[in-house]
């Protein structure tokens, strides 16, 4: 089994790498979704989330209001600590239940977004970074995603420098043009972490 951690900046494209390395047959261990799963409705998850942040992250129909949340701990680092506190625990549990799971001649690959933020790295047998200039991000973030400019650049602020990321990589996927040049790139990822995971 090969472990990949795969991460990039926000609207660097981490998101359409995982697809296209889902659909070549990679194990995808997501955590996004999972932290999306572990706070659900009657979750120990979302009664942690609400013990620490308040009834008035709910949203009416008992799930976690997540633009709300986010505005007060993309804000406030101390309070954005706090939230990773709770949530990332259940997230690596899950995580390596995921992997436990898996063939010994998968791929599995670990979608992190704060993965050089959490000092992740040694925990894999090798890191993808997808890189994105920040004018790329912001763009993306603004025009794709909807968000204003400066949503955009509290979010990007809030992750870890770009530089930061690039120390961490042993392999990087420049993703600052469009979708269809990115899919040579990743397929050719592909075929590499197929054979190192074939040399066990």
């Not at 926000?10 to 047959?25: F, M």
């Not at 530089?163 to 899919?183: Q, S, T, W, Y």
């Amino acid at each position: 089994m090969l472990k990949v951690g795969l991460t990039g900046g926000i609207g660097a494209g981490k998101s359409a790498v995982s697809r296209l390395l889902d659909a070549y047959g990679a194990v995808i261990v997501d955590a996004d979704r999972i932290a999306r799963e572990v706070v659900e409705p009657g979750t120990p998850g979302l009664a942690a989330v609400v013990e620490a942040f308040g009834e008035e992250i709910l949203a009416p129909d008992g799930t976690l209001d997540r633009p709300r949340l986010g505005s007060i701990v993309f804000a406030d680092p101390e309070r954005l600590a706090q939230l990773n506190a709770i949530v990332h625990p259940l997230v690596g549990a899950r995580s390596a239940e995921l992997e436990r799971a898996a063939a010994e001649d998968a791929v599995v690959v670990h979608d992190v977004p704060l993965l050089a933020e959490n000092s992740l790295a040694p925990l894999y047998d090798l890191v993808v970074v997808v890189d994105a200039s920040p004018e790329t991000q912001l763009d993306r973030l603004v025009r794709l995603r909807g968000m204003t400019e400066d949503d955009a650049r509290a979010r990007m602020a809030a992750q870890t420098t770009r530089e930061k990321r690039l120390e961490i990589a042993d392999i990087v996927i420049d993703n600052d043009g469009p979708l269809d040049r990115l899919e040579p790139r990743v397929r050719a990822v592909w075929e590499e972490l197929r054979t190192r995971a074939a040399r066990g």
